[in-house]
């Protein structure tokens, strides 16, 4: 794709010469047609977004295999290797550089990254992301899911030729972080030096991340547009012609809509979103994901200029390779369509690379065992069936959501001191975020139960001061669903609770079934149906997803705090330390104790 943009020095004048006499003209003088900018430098961008931790391969169903850290470094690799040695691509530059780029969430809470923590090594994300060579990183909003000082502990973990760089964020309130800052780990500006050429990169995270994550004292500067032309501006004024931007907004069409308001950034790479952008015949892996657009996406900046955007799928399952040509002035002169394309992470085809042996023994192998292991990892037994049947989590009370809602109510209470909020009294859980689909049959539970449990990404939050009103309606939510025969019927928000009991009518409308809600201290919120008003906020824990609105929770604009603790976490310590290892069926009986009852 060739950039025909309006260039500096690039505009023909003519200049008339007159005579003093009469006015006649005695000459003119034309000067030289502007010769057709060249090739000047070709730079390959190689980049990938929201590695996640999904450092193991994925064999499907159908017997292929894709992803993994090994092989995704050994592709990195090989070509980093092509950028500078390999066939020239047709209107490429004879000198070429190529810089290695991750747009953020390096890793995710999870039985993966949690491998690390007994090893006694170095993190096994932090060794995959070195082996990759990574040049620059940017935050991502995971990438605080377990704090700011297990995030600055990754970065020390980090080779030093790795740079964070972050426009938009504060770390004077995070001592961790901040070291960081100091030691010149974390910057707000970079620039990569290729083959005597300079490139500026600018680092620019989602404005949403304290409701994301557990980024605590870090600050967020929301003037995305404000912060990255001023750096672009102070990059021309110091003669790096060439701007990489590197985002992490949550979604591609974040990246599309500031595009628009930029200018001289000459390319965009983003994350968050984990949308796979790829051209009819590129070469997918076999998890499913069908592309969302073109590789590279195409907006204009605010001066008209064409800027390309490009990001890739999560989880280790692409490399990006971005190519581009520069004149001498810097200016953009094209994007390389016939090289530039998403490359699959996968074993078998044309594109197939195999596992790079150090990797594999350095990081597969060993949380491979580690997570064969939690299979054998009994952190409790229980006295009873625990029913985690889809139907039956998402329509009413079941003994395994209220082993998940009191584990998060008790993470709420653990961790409340920590965080400065009020310990909260209540919680609730979505039947949705419970996904064992099974009855787990009395007798042991493992490690890798309470992750099959409950799998997402999701944090325990505390809504210290939440209005009761809001709370009602949050609970009038989880009983909205449809009703068939007088019986409601199963849906994702239904919701499973702690520290109240409720009594509804299914055959009211959905919004206006409570009879009874009652808090396990007595206090009356609802009375037959009818609000008492003897509260006026209470404290509530429930996770992140269902405070920031999802699964349409009224509870968006509610201040919260997210808790450095996934609701995986809350559930295996609640079984082993608040339980002692042992569900009894006193505590925990089948079809539950009456926390959720129905009336007609």
Same mark, same amino acid.
């Given at each position: ?12 004048? /003519? ?46 169903? %159908?017997?292929? /295999? ?78 605080? %899911? ?50 005597? $050429? ?91 994901? $069908? ?8 907006? /204009?900046?605010? %001066? ?239 996770? %992140? ?56």
């Amino acid at each position: 794709m060739s950039l025909n943009h309006l260039r500096r020095g690039t505009v023909v004048a /003519t200049v008339a010469v007159a005579t003093l006499a009469g006015g006649t003209m005695a000459g003119t003088a034309t000067a030289a047609p502007a010769q057709e900018p060249r090739p000047d430098f070709t730079l390959t961008l190689l980049h990938a977004n929201d590695l996640e931790s999904a450092l193991l391969p994925v064999t499907t169903e %159908d017997g292929a /295999t894709y992803g993994g850290a090994d092989r995704f470094v050994e592709l990195i690799r090989q070509q980093q290797i092509l950028a500078l040695t390999g066939p020239r691509a047709e209107g490429t530059a004879k000198k070429r550089g190529v810089v290695t780029v991750s747009a953020g969430d390096n890793f995710l809470p999870g039985p993966q990254l949690a491998a690390s923590e007994e090893s006694g090594r170095r993190i096994y994300d932090a060794t995959a992301f070195n082996a990759a060579r990574f040049d620059v990183s940017i935050p991502g909003n995971h990438d605080f %899911d377990l704090g700011p000082d297990f995030f600055a502990e990754w970065i020390g973990d980090l080779r030093p030729q790795t740079t964070i760089v972050s426009g938009n964020l504060g770390f004077e309130d995070e001592p961790a972080l901040l070291a960081r800052v100091t030691d010149g780990t974390i910057v707000t500006s970079h620039v990569v030096k290729e083959r005597g $050429e300079q490139i500026g990169f600018i680092g620019l995270t989602t404005p949403d991340l304290p409701t994301l994550t557990s980024s605590r004292g870090v600050t967020v500067d929301p003037d995305l547009a404000a912060i990255a032309n001023a750096q672009a501006a102070a990059y021309a004024a110091a003669g790096v012609d060439k701007v990489v931007l590197v985002s992490h907004l949550q979604d591609i069409d974040n990246e599309l809509a500031l595009a628009a308001q930029l200018s001289g950034v000459d390319v965009i790479i983003g994350g968050g979103g984990h949308e796979l952008l790829a051209d009819p015949g590129d070469p997918l892996v076999p998890n499913g994901v $069908e592309p969302y657009g073109s590789y590279p996406l195409t907006p /204009t900046d605010a %001066d008209g200029e064409v800027v390309p955007v490009v990001t890739t799928n999560a989880l280790y399952t692409y490399v990006g390779r971005l190519v581009v040509t520069f004149d001498a002035a810097g200016e953009l002169l094209t994007v390389h369509d016939d090289v530039s394309r998403p490359i699959p992470v996968i074993a078998e085809g044309p594109d197939a690379v195999a596992p790079n042996y150090a990797v594999n023994r350095q990081v597969v192998r060993p949380v491979q065992e580690y997570v064969e292991d939690l299979a054998e990892q009994v952190v409790a037994t229980s006295e009873v069936d625990l029913n985690g049947i889809r139907d039956d989590v998402r329509s009413r009370e079941t003994n395994l959501g209220n082993l998940v809602t009191d584990a998060l109510l008790a993470a709420g209470q653990r961790e409340a001191d920590a965080a400065g909020v009020a310990a909260p009294v209540v919680a609730l859980q979505n039947g949705g975020g419970i996904r064992n689909a099974t009855v787990i049959p009395a007798g042991e539970i493992t490690a890798l139960d309470t992750y099959t449990v409950l799998p997402f990404a999701n944090f325990v939050g505390v809504a210290p001061a939440m209005p009761v009103e809001t709370f009602i309606a949050g609970v009038e939510h989880g009983l909205s669903g449809d009703v068939t025969g007088g019986v409601l019927q199963p849906a994702g928000s239904f919701a499973q609770a702690a520290g109240y009991r409720v009594s509804y009518d299914p055959a009211q409308e959905a919004g206006s079934r409570i009879v009874d809600l009652v808090l396990d201290d007595g206090t009356v919120l609802v009375a037959d149906g009818v609000p008492t008003g003897d509260l006026e906020t209470l404290s509530v824990a429930t996770i %992140d997803f269902l405070l920031r609105g999802g699964d349409g929770y009224p509870f968006a604009g509610v201040d919260f705090t997210v808790l450095p603790v996934t609701y995986q976490e809350a559930f295996e310590t609640y079984l082993v330390e608040d339980l002692g290892g042992v569900v009894s069926a006193a505590d925990y009986p089948v079809g539950g104790e009456g926390r959720i009852t129905p009336v007609s």
